[in-house]
């Protein structure tokens, strides 16, 4: 491609003349000739003809080559008579030398020009490369960066003063839901936003236009969806003057999304839509300070679900989340719109009831809290059915600080836990000694095993059809070295509740097992030892394989083991629970449903469930044979064990009108005070060597003292 052209306008006969004018006054012709031209046109310089090669034909001659311009050029030069004549003199020979001196410079002169003209060619290439690559550059970078705001969802705009209109990227358009033509002024921009983020748009913009500076904000596009557009922008000033505005603006919708889902993970419960603990205790401490302003009286109510743990470790943490939030939703329609209810985590939950009348106005709340779940949830094909205790503490009697109030009013809810469930109990600061007594007992409870203060009882089982003794149940009593035998009834609750019933259940396992080989070995190998499974403990996913363990370690007869699983541990019926009592089996032992009327089991599925002896609750037995509706259910129990091939096994039996009412209608076997209380195991030795069946049914016994609760 053609660069450009340089041309120069030279009178060859003048420059030959200016060069060797002295030679040719001292008779020597010159022509200049183009080899590469024909005819006329070759000669450029000299006499007519001088170009034909007949004029070299003198006797002195010379021909110097010369090149210019990519041509080829001949200087020719030849002596004349009268220069022949002058030779044999200095002048002349140093005319000549003048003359080829002179042409020399000429050709200097050549070189020189044909090299100027060479580099200045080479550097109009040169920086048209470099002006090509620049540009290529930037185009490069120009598509880059439309790329870049393209992807980062960043429009950019621009106005400059003194120009009329605009600038705004395509990207800005798309942003705004513009055609390309919607941006023409500031005006368009700030009405392209939604309505409620133009006065801050303009506000900004007004402001840069007074005085230079950056600014941010975000502002909403009426899109569908909507968008969220955070406006960058800056203005330009030079001497005092305002040059221009600009600005950018991104699509953060994603990310003001995610904030503000962080915000309500920080400040709520995600399974119920209730304050969490956190923002709850936030409000709390503003209702405090405002009460202590005004003078008002604040509530706070700490709420416990009652054996909630049963039901979450039985159905299923599913089914349980599914409970905590209709409980929730009940919960929520029992308070004003003013007041707080939040989820502190698991099964507790707090209410805020500021600005209160009188005390009796908490009660009130926590009296629609109990109705509002005495109602059974139903959840799939169960109906479960809820109870709750209530602890309440008040501004400013119990305390001025959220913490402190808090503390109280879950104090004031083991309370009432204590007085039965299913109630409500106001704070008294007595509650504090039992609360640090209750700490003190579950740290005692935790160092229990590992001092030996754990020892067995044994209850008998007696066979109602012969009157033999054919077994014992294991009961875990607990012998603290300060305050003497503690009741069953005191700690199992407080281990069921803290989770200690799971290594409290292996040691009980453990030391049963140990005990049903010392007595085989004394002869005793035709007794049953039942050893009871609390559901947590039963739903712990190395079970099976624990007491497998346990089995093998102490050498124990599985034939002479019989589990008692509470009903509650089997309320989630289906393939793994099957599996599981299956496994159990394989290991030879005798699985018996414990405590039979009082869970949620249903009966449909019982039949399929590797089941041997059923044994009936003494709430059963307590008021029989008078009773109609325990009549009834015992009856009915029988009658449920005997078509489905299971035995029935009656606890609490204590006179022998229950013993009678029982044997009459097929009950296998009978425990309770009526044969024995529970006995150390030397005891329990003695008892069976002197048992003689038909004694013991001889009178009544006196009802027990003492709970036989199970471990």
Same mark, same amino acid.
């Given at each position: ?14 420059? #030959? ?78 005319? %000549? ?8 410079? #000429? ?12 580099? %200045? ?29 393209? %992807? ?86 030079? !001497? ?27 400040? $709520? ?65 029992? %308070? ?77 809810? $083991? ?66 070295? !300060? ?43 035709? #007794? ?95 008021? #029989? ?35 009678? $009412? ?10 309770? $005070? ?38």
């Amino acid at each position: 491609a053609t660069l450009g052209v340089i041309s120069a306008a030279l009178r060859m006969d003048d420059v #030959l003349a200016a060069a060797v004018g002295s030679a040719v006054n001292a008779g020597i012709e010159l022509c200049l000739v183009d080899l590469d031209a024909d005819g006329e046109s070759a000669r450029l310089s000299g006499a007519a003809g001088c170009q034909a090669p007949a004029w070299m034909d003198a006797q002195v001659t010379r021909r110097t080559a010369i090149g210019f311009a990519g041509r080829a050029w001949e200087l020719r030069s030849r002596a004349t008579p009268a220069y022949l004549d002058t030779l044999r003199s200095w002048a002349a020979w140093a005319t %000549i030398a003048a003359g080829l001196l002179a042409t020399g410079m #000429l050709g200097a002169l050549l070189l020189i020009t044909t090299g100027s003209r060479r580099r %200045i060619t080479a550097l109009v290439e040169q920086r048209t490369a470099e002006l090509e690559s620049t540009s290529a550059r930037l185009h490069e970078e120009q598509e880059a960066l439309a790329d870049a705001q393209r %992807i980062a969802r960043l429009g950019s705009w621009e106005m400059v003063c003194g120009q009329h209109g605009l600038q705004a990227s395509a990207v800005l358009h798309q942003l705004l839901d513009c055609d390309e033509t919607g941006l023409t002024a500031i005006d368009s921009l700030v009405q392209a936003v939604a309505p409620e983020s133009r006065p801050a748009l303009q506000n900004a913009l007004d402001a840069l236009s007074q005085k230079a500076g950056r600014m941010t904000l975000d502002c909403r596009v009426s899109s569908l969806p909507p968008r969220v557009l955070q406006f960058r922008i800056e203005s330009e000033w030079r !001497e005092d003057r305002l040059v221009r505005i600009r600005g950018t603006a991104q699509d953060v919708t994603s990310v003001r999304e995610a904030q503000a889902q962080i915000q309500y993970l920080a400040h $709520y419960d995600t399974l119920t839509g209730l304050p969490n603990r956190s923002a709850w205790q936030e409000r709390a401490r503003a209702a405090l300070h405002a009460a202590q302003r005004h003078g008002d009286a604040l509530a706070v109510l700490f709420l416990d679900l009652d054996n909630f743990k049963t039901v979450n470790d039985s159905l299923g943490h599913p089914i349980g989340d599914r409970l905590l939030a209709a409980v929730a939703l009940r919960l929520a329609g029992c %308070i004003r719109g003013e007041d707080l209810l939040a989820r502190l985590g698991g099964d507790e939950f707090v209410a805020l009831l500021p600005r209160l009348t009188h005390a009796e106005d908490a009660a009130v709340v926590a009296r629609k809290m109990i109705e509002a779940l005495a109602t059974p949830v139903r959840i799939d094909d169960h109906e479960l059915h809820l109870s709750v205790s209530i602890g309440i503490a008040l501004f400013p009697d119990d305390g001025a600080e959220a913490d402190t109030l808090l503390k109280h009013a879950d104090t004031a809810m $083991y309370s009432a836990k204590e007085a039965g469930r299913n109630n409500y109990q106001f704070f008294v600061p007595d509650m504090n000694a039992r609360a640090t007594e209750r700490l003190r007992m579950e740290n005692d409870l935790r160092r229990a095993v590992e001092r030996n203060e754990l020892v067995l009882h044994y209850q008998p089982q007696i066979e109602a059809s012969s009157g033999a003794a054919c077994g014992c149940e294991a009961l875990v009593r607990w012998i603290h070295p !300060e305050r003497g035998l503690v009741p069953p009834d005191q700690f199992i609750p407080l281990a069921e509740s803290t989770g200690l019933i799971v290594p409290l259940g292996e040691w009980v396992l453990r030391e049963a097992c140990r005990q049903q080989v010392a007595w085989r070995r004394a002869g005793l190998a035709d #007794l049953v030892m039942a050893i009871n499974i609390s559901a947590l403990q039963f739903h712990k996913a190395d079970f099976v394989s624990m007491v497998a363990t346990v089995l093998a370690e102490t050498g124990a007869d599985p034939a002479c083991i019989e589990l008692e699983i509470t009903e509650s541990a089997l309320m989630k019926p289906g393939e793994d629970l099957s599996a599981r009592l299956l496994e159990l089996v394989d290991l030879g032992l005798t699985l018996a449903l414990d405590d039979f009327g009082t869970g949620y089991s249903s009966l449909a599925y019982l039949k399929r469930l590797p089941i041997a002896r059923l044994k009936i609750d003494r709430s059963f037995v307590d008021d #029989l044979p008078g009773n109609a509706e325990d009549a009834a259910v015992t009856s009915a129990a029988l009658s449920l064990g005997r078509d489905l091939g299971m035995q029935v096994v009656a606890e609490g039996v204590e006179t022998r009108a229950q013993h009678a $009412y029982l044997t009459d209608r097929g009950c296998h076997a009978m425990q309770g $005070y009526l044969f024995s209380r529970p006995l150390a195991a030397e005891a329990f030795e003695k008892w069976l060597t002197g048992f003689e069946p038909a004694a013991r049914l001889t009178a009544d016994r006196k009802p027990r003292t003492e709970s036989p609760a199970m471990a």
